[in-house]
């Protein structure tokens, strides 16, 4: 593909370059006529006088101008000339007419000393009633020439103008697709042999690759299915949360099966006028399909996929669509094309769109698990400088990561290593790298008040106490009061030791207790409660929420649905499906659960008053300390 374009992008250079220069050796021409050829057949006629006739002439005040050159004696004078027109339309009868003419004479100059003399004192017909002396010989221009200068050369520069403004519109408007760029489809072109990526590149999403190596497989080898009866799927749809390395995996297709890969976003369809869309999705199967075998990769699908029975209609996205499913139904999958598609939304995608014969298999990219999450931390340590890493410690402290966080964090702890003189990066650098993505970089240089840094101390050896003191929780692994740039004034950070998937209704009430905990210990330990809570009351409200509405924990209404989700991959969007009695009834549960929660963080915080006390002590001298530290203390206090 990349071969035929540049093949008729050098034809169409061609094809410029000779008009361009027909234009210039015309002109050369046309220059060389007028100033070698012209000057010995188009001078003005110039008749013979004698010299007495000059200086009569000269005498009359006849004579406007003179030139002397070569002992020859150049004068013009006007005179008239009977000239014959025809009047009326018939012609009936030509009639003498006299025009006045300027004729230049020349003479023989004779050695005459008070010629100039003559010249000087002379009247003239002139306006300055002298007679001019000229320093060149009146000679007419070129008719042909005169036409150039007045007719082709303006337009020649007008054209040249309209051309270079049309050329910068087209490039503008095939950026952002406006009505220039009607039939281009705006692809990113990439040749068998620019695409570098492959599946090793591909980490944490095992059974995707595992799929995705099938339609490699066919690309390679297709007499293998085709003797069966198999037929290539048409197309294949990526659906997971942002950062999952959708895109990455699709260009690693096309690197493994060594095919042309065409890449263009969904939101490049999508255009001002109606029709304009559907012309970009032809023009890119017409390109795709004379490249085939090919992948063509179609990102955020849903800008043009959505579903067409939404009460709000688009004429120019349904054509759009409408056009997609035509050319999917109109290809050969037998020619090796397939299409690839990404999406986040795939609830609001149209259901003609995922039938099968259209986009066949659906791949899910969820989030890496500890296995997968180790994998990508592999892979993005290849490019920097290492040392020996915890692959367990930093897996774990980056549960609920994307492939994408995990390259980030990888990076963030490269440039710590830089900013400290290391040599290398270590665990530390990634552990604390892991922080910043998720609560922000330290301020150190922020000034606390003693009374509030003592509050804020108890607040979070708090939320450490109530998740230590009960079972079915994840370990405390750090505490600190560090004020982060998110807001954070401090945080205890809780992982848990293995993966996991599940979460029992103890569990999430132990959650919401440990959350609870840092405003009990303010309550008990400083006798306020202030605005440090906001952040652990919401969540403890949606998780005590999402308890009755969506994982039916709830004693009252049991395994009922009382909320839907959509979106559920960037971000999630819920509503209740209940009436307002219903929903009255959840809030008042919903305030029980949290009730309850906080007078058992509450109980466990007066049980442990010392332990406390002690734990706050020694983290208001050291600001942060670990899990381990903290057990200690509270360990040590058991024994006694």
Request: with cysteine.
């Amino acid at each position: 593909m990349m071969e035929n374009k540049r093949n008729r992008n050098q034809g169409s250079g061609q094809s410029s370059w000779f008009t361009w220069n027909s234009v210039f050796w015309m002109i050369v021409l046309l220059l060389l006529f007028n100033g070698i050829f012209y000057p010995f057949f188009g001078k003005e006629e110039v008749r013979d006088a004698d010299y007495i006739t000059f200086l009569q002439d000269v005498q009359k005040g006849k004579v406007k101008k003179v030139l002397i050159k070569d002992d020859v004696v150049y004068f013009t004078m006007d005179e008239k000339v009977k000239q014959q027109s025809l009047l009326g339309s018939n012609a009936k009868k030509a009639q003498p007419k006299y025009v006045t003419k300027e004729v230049t004479y020349k003479t023989v100059e004779v050695n005459d000393p008070q010629l100039v003399d003559r010249l000087l004192k002379a009247k003239s017909p002139t306006k300055s009633g002298r007679i001019e002396f000229s320093k060149t010989l009146p000679q007419k221009n070129s008719p042909l020439m005169d036409f150039f200068l007045w007719w082709v050369l303006p337009a020649l520069i007008f054209y040249g103008i309209w051309q270079y403004g049309a050329r910068r519109m087209m490039k503008s408007n095939a950026g952002m697709g406006g009505f220039l760029s009607l039939g281009n489809s705006g692809a990113k072109i990439y040749a068998e042999n620019d695409v570098k990526t492959t599946f090793a590149d591909v980490a944490g999403q095992d059974e995707a690759k595992d799929t995705l190596k099938e339609i490699v497989d066919f690309l390679h080898n297709p007499r293998k299915y085709t003797r069966l009866g198999a037929k290539l799927p048409k197309g294949a749809l990526l659906v997971g949360p942002p950062g999952t390395g959708k895109t990455l995996i699709a260009r690693a297709v096309a690197g493994e099966a060594g095919v042309p890969f065409f890449s263009i976003s969904g939101s490049e369809f999508v255009q001002m006028f109606v029709g304009m869309g559907a012309a970009k999705v032809r023009d890119l199967f017409q390109q795709a399909q004379k490249k085939a075998p090919c992948i063509i990769f179609i990102d955020e699908i849903d800008a043009i996929g959505k579903s067409r029975d939404q009460a709000m209609g688009n004429d120019e996205r349904e054509q759009t669509l409408n056009q997609l499913l035509t050319e999917m139904d109109g290809f050969d999958a037998a020619k090796g094309l397939v299409i690839l598609a990404a999406t986040n939304r795939p609830e609001s995608l149209d259901k003609a769109l995922l039938r099968p014969g259209r986009f066949d298999r659906r791949i899910i990219m969820e989030l890496p698990d500890l296995e997968g999450r180790k994998a990508i931390l592999k892979v993005h340590l290849k490019d920097v400088k290492h040392g020996d890493i915890d692959l367990d410690a930093v897996g774990r402290a980056t549960a609920g990561s994307s492939g994408a966080d995990i390259a980030n964090i990888v990076n963030e702890a490269a440039l710590r290593a830089v900013r400290l003189g290391k040599n290398q990066v270590d665990t530390e650098d990634l552990e604390e790298s892991v922080e910043t993505v998720i609560a922000g970089e330290q301020k150190k240089g922020a000034i606390i008040a003693p009374e509030e840094k003592r509050i804020i101390s108890y607040h979070e050896i708090g939320h450490a106490m109530v998740a230590a003191c009960q079972t079915h929780s994840a370990p405390v692994q750090k505490i600190t009061i560090v004020p982060r740039t998110s807001g954070a004034l401090g945080y205890t950070m809780q992982v848990d030791e293995g993966e996991k998937h599940l979460m029992s209704k103890q569990e999430m009430l132990n959650r919401i207790a440990t959350l609870t905990g840092g405003r009990a210990a303010e309550e008990v330990m400083c006798h306020t409660c202030t605005t440090g809570a906001s952040n652990d009351i919401e969540k403890a409200t949606q998780l005590a929420r999402a308890m009755i509405t969506t994982y039916g924990m709830s004693d009252n209404y049991g395994m009922m649905q009382l909320e839907q989700q959509s979106n559920r991959y960037v971000g999630g969007r819920s509503s209740l499906v209940c009436s307002e009695q219903t929903a009255h009834d959840i809030d008042k549960e919903v305030r029980d659960i949290i009730a309850q929660a906080h007078e058992k963080a509450v109980k466990i915080i007066t049980a442990h008053a010392k332990e406390m006390d002690e734990a706050a002590s020694i983290l208001l001298k050291k600001e942060t300390i670990t899990g381990d530290e903290f057990m200690q203390v509270l360990s040590g206090h058991q024994h006694a």
